[in-house]
């Protein structure tokens, strides 16, 4: 499985510019972060992208706590 606890959604700001959301896993949480001071507008195929992301982001954690319950055997 990858290692990978950083995803990045692009999307687009009320304004039509090109931002990004980031989702990434830290400790027994999933973190959302959006651009700053702005709205993320999501077409269809981001919110499929930002789904995705938040998705392994779960399944990262998941991993991570069964790698840990492991180490404690």
Do not use: I
Request: proline share 5%; charged share 25%; aromatic share 4%.
């Amino acid at each position: 499985m990858s290692d990978q606890n950083e995803w990045v959604v692009p999307c687009r700001d009320l304004a039509g510019r090109k931002r990004k959301l980031t989702v990434f896993s830290s400790e027994q949480q999933v973190v959302v972060v959006a651009p700053p001071g702005e709205t993320a507008v999501l077409g269809p195929l981001e919110v499929g992208r930002f789904r995705a992301a938040l998705r392994d982001a779960v399944v990262h954690l998941a991993q991570h706590d069964q790698d840990e319950a492991g180490d404690l055997v």
